[in-house]
């Protein structure tokens, strides 16, 4: 058995109960196999792949908090440090009810390549906890952000690990956990990214991950001699890397013509109203059938058995921005079908993998999150730097620089992809280069 099938086979043991997490790792070591066999003798030797699937540390602790009626609510919090061979570990928190150790290890695991590939030097991590803010009163989100805080505040620092949001992680909730580390550190530092701008945010954070996702996007079309400008585009999702994705890419002159959320879905022929959408779900926190109330030319749809909707129709582009696993095999085959041309992940992990397979062997150009979301982590360590010289950038200077990173990660990618025969697969040139930067500082810092 060659290397990477012994470490994946003791993967899938070892944490059998943890299905993206195999995911993940399968996906990963998968398109590794022709770096992995050119160095096999010195990364058996150096345990390179067992060390980087096994996270440093694996926190889970518990979070009490009081709900508006007196009663005490109990969730479970998580915080995976994966891997700091290129800096402190970086990874935002997730705060949704499906979210279990097997999730934050996925995440984190993606991450460590994702960072590495944004050319900035940040590890790998991840965490979060099963409480769903959907519902609850302001106060309550603020007790459990203060509750999860106390715990996590013992584990985390600007040079040691510097969380971020991520899916029910927003503005709201960074600021309340920032609040609350400094109380009891009596530190002010920039430990958290995505704070507000009056408290050492960085311009351009709420915006980086959908701009930098269509940054690449334009790119790769342009390096197919192609133009972004009228193209038709999918969206799924309406969070914030939907939001910002729908924006951009009609700043580019493209036309966007669906965005869903966990229970329904819009088909809008005229074009997503970006300034409506904003309305609805940042600023009344509410659901999509209020956009298609609001506007005429919308349809809505409810999900009924779990249907991924928004992947029917006939476009050119595809960016899944919702959440893991919400693009199938049948998903693949429809936007196929449909002519779809380029498929840019904005969400981690959105795309099953075969899915993923389908559109690499009809021609779609794919590429995955770890490369097209990286924006967002990449700002996320503009950030910081921000935050160490005490400075804060203009937005021009903070979307000059994202776009220059998207842009070179594209080529970064394309480049890692064709120096090791696989010209075009995108997946593959995202985790060759994200891996051999990591692996070059795991190996120079000895066994560690
Ligand atoms: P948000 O919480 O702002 O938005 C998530 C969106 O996805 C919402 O529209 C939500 O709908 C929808 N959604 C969530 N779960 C499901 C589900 N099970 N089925 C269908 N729709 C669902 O999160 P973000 O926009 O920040 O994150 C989206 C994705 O992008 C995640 O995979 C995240 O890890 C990734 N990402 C985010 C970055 C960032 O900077 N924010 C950076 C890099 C990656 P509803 O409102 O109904 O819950």
Not at 14 to 24: G, H
Not at 33 to 46: G, Q, S, T
Not at 200 to 213: H, N, P, V
Not at 309 to 319: E, H, N, S
């Amino acid at each position: 058995m060659g290397y990477v099938d012994e470490v994946l086979d003791l993967v899938s043991k070892r944490d059998a109960s943890q299905p993206e997490f195999i995911q993940a790792v399968t996906e990963v070591l998968n398109s590794l196999r022709p770096v992995v066999e050119k160095n096999e003798e010195l990364y058996r030797k150096n345990a390179i792949l067992e060390r980087i699937t096994e996270p440093d540390r694996q926190i889970m602790f518990r979070v009490p908090w009081v709900d508006d009626n007196g009663q005490v609510q109990v969730n479970r919090g998580f915080r995976v440090q994966f891997n700091n061979a290129i800096g402190p570990y970086k990874g935002g928190l997730r705060l949704h009810p499906s979210v279990n150790l097997g999730i934050i290890k996925f995440l984190g695991f993606e991450q460590i390549f994702k960072n590495s590939l944004t050319t900035l030097p940040i590890g790998g991590g991840k965490g979060g906890s099963d409480f769903d803010p959907k519902g609850k009163s302001d106060r309550e989100i603020m007790a459990f952000c203060q509750s999860f805080m106390t715990e996590l505040a013992k584990y985390i620092g600007a040079d040691i690990d510097v969380p971020a949001g991520d899916i029910g992680t927003g503005a709201r909730e960074i600021g309340f956990m920032f609040g609350q580390y400094k109380r009891i550190k009596n530190l002010y530092e920039g430990v958290l990214t995505g704070k507000g701008l009056t408290y050492g945010g960085s311009l351009a954070r709420t915006q980086a991950t959908g701009y930098g996702l269509l940054y690449l996007t334009e790119e790769l079309i342009k390096c197919h001699s192609d133009n972004i400008a009228g193209k038709t585009v999918a969206v799924s999702g309406s969070g914030n890397v939907a939001i910002y994705a729908i924006e951009k890419a009609q700043q580019l002159g493209a036309k966007v013509v669906t965005c869903s959320d966990s229970t329904g879905w819009i088909y809008d022929e005229s074009g997503i109203d970006v300034e409506l959408l904003k309305e609805v779900k940042e600023v009344k926190r509410a659901r999509l059938t209020e956009y298609a109330a609001a506007k005429p030319s919308a349809q809505y749809f409810e999900k009924k058995n779990g249907e991924h909707g928004v992947w029917q129709y006939k476009v050119d582009v595809a960016l899944p921005c919702a959440t893991q696993n919400e693009l199938d095999i049948e998903d693949a085959k429809a936007l196929v079908a449909n002519g779809v041309k380029y498929v840019c992940e904005g969400a981690n992990m959105p795309t099953t993998i075969d899915a993923t397979e389908y559109f690499q062997a009809n021609g779609v150009c794919f590429v995955g999150g770890k490369a097209a979301n990286a924006g967002g982590v990449a700002t996320s360590a503009l950030e910081m730097s921000q935050n160490s010289e005490r400075l804060s950038w203009t937005f021009e200077e903070v979307d000059s620089k994202l776009k220059k990173i998207m842009v070179g990660i594209y080529h970064n990618i394309d480049e890692a992809a064709k120096e090791y025969g696989m010209e075009g697969n995108y997946v593959a040139g995202a985790n060759i280069a994200g891996f051999k930067k990591v692996v070059e500082a795991m190996l120079a810092q000895g066994v560690c």
